[in-house]
């Protein structure tokens, strides 16, 4: 049970696993109100960046689960760093499926939906560990611009169209959902800049240090074509956004 090893070589020097900044992650956490010991459910926490500053700027507890080796590890790095040991707390685990023991203030599951087969599975996923008057926080992609072709949409890494809404058809999906959304931190394209541009040189230093893995010529090929790939279609077209949402 783990990641390809594609993944945790594409993000080698990444904190956040998704195009979000760390001065918007702490926008969400600062605007979420919560109070000092408040207990939350990270799903797919990746490196644990926004467990460990939450709990460090925050006073918040929690459990990060994840189903990366590598990234767990990097997440109770990440803790003894910022000396939040304490407060929170990290499992290699399958975060498809999982519930908290105990009920929790917050649920987030941030750029990994498919840990519930989509949207709406995800959100129902979250709420079997929630409290009664307890937070969602869903991390999700929506379409900035139409897709205009079928090349655009495979560019932004979608089967289909219809994988993503619009940003006004995603918030409405949250409310047929019967939720309420209460609070959002977008990303924009200097955000997805920070997060995708990082990759390829993390692809170009594992290339130079590696020239004879069985993964060589994939990585190779991947840094060719990416950057190209992305300002032509992801960058223009696809929007990625945090959503807090409270039950109905």
Known sequence: MDLPRIFTIR??????????TAEKLATIGRALRLRPGARVLDLASGSGE???????????RGTGVDISS??????????????????VDFAHDDAAGYVADEPVDLASCLGATWIGGG????????????RPGG????????WRLDPPDRATVEGCHAADRSDYLSLAGLIGQFGELGHDVVEMVLTDQDSWDRYRAAQWFNLRRWLDENP????TEQVRHELRTDPASYVQHEREYLGWGVFALMAR
């Not at 926004?50 to 918040?60: E, S």
């Not at 937070?135 to 929506?142: A, C, E, M, N, W």
Request: aromatic share 4%; charged share 25%.
């Open 70 to 87: 590598v990234f767990t590890a990097r997440a109770h790095s990440r803790a003894v760093e910022l000396g939040v040991t304490d407060r």
């Open 135 to 142: 937070l969602l926080l869903l991390g999700h992609p929506y």
């Open 212 to 215: 004879d893995d069985e993964l």
């Open 11 to 20: 993000e080698s020097s990444h904190r956040i696993h998704n195009p979000i």
């Open 119 to 130: 949207v709406p599975g995800t959100v129902d996923l979250l709420r079997r560990s929630l």
């Open 50 to 60: 926004m467990l460990c500053t939450w709990a460090r700027d925050l006073g918040v």
